[in-house]
């Protein structure tokens, strides 16, 4: 039970990060392990997170910077010819964002929903996917979602509410400047 409450922590103080982690310790990584003699899981993060201070290990992100769809890359497109930096396919919680968006040092996760992938029989978003949401959410990630058939009749009205969005608009209304 102990371990369970210590692993919740771990992965609390892990996910709340933004940017980045800054790690100090002052005993060798050995030592840390639980009272059972046992070895515990931070000092196998602490092993991983020397390995790549020490450039012994490199992760790869594959997907980093590839798009997933015509869509999503229609969409990107379309950000950055309005001035907004766009990654695509980013890494965060364990899933891939579509595309992390920043502009004026503001930083917004946009998921292109295509119908066949993200939309149940109902026409609603798939628990999957609100699960998904819920978990970046609370990671301290904004996201918002740009649905295919909104994109399809309107683009100039999507790209001008990721816009509204990454300024700090909290409502935005069709027609209003965004630009």
């Given amino acids: 039970m102990e371990d369970d ?3 919740g922590m771990l992965n609390v103080a892990f996910t709340r990060a933004r940017d980045e982690i800054h790690v100090f310790y002052s005993a ?28 012994k290990e490199v992760r790869e992100y594959p997907k980093l910077g590839k798009t997933d769809s015509e869509f999503e890359a ?3 497109r379309a950000l950055r010819a309005s001035g907004v930096h766009v990654v695509h396919q980013y890494p965060s919680c364990g899933f891939s964002i579509d595309l992390v968006c ?3 040092g503001n930083r917004l ?4 929903d295509g119908e066949i992938y993200h939309m149940d029989e109902h026409g609603e978003l798939k628990i999957e996917d609100v ?9 301290g990630w904004s996201v918002l ?5 909104k994109w399809q009749s309107d683009p100039e009205d999507e790209v001008a509410r990721v816009i509204a ?11 209003s400047e965004a630009g």
């Fill in 5 to 7: 409450h210590i692993q």
């Fill in 28 to 55: 060798p990584i050995d030592t840390f392990g639980k009272a059972s003699g046992t070895r515990a899981t931070i000092a196998d993060w602490l092993e991983h997170c020397e390995a790549v201070f020490e450039g």
């Fill in 74 to 76: 229609e969409v990107g």
């Fill in 102 to 104: 920043e502009l004026d």
């Fill in 109 to 112: 996760a946009v998921e292109c």
């Fill in 131 to 139: 699960e998904r949401q819920a978990i970046l959410e609370r990671a």
């Fill in 145 to 149: 979602r740009i649905p295919y058939r």
């Fill in 165 to 175: 969005k990454l300024r700090g608009e909290e409502h935005y209304e069709k027609g």
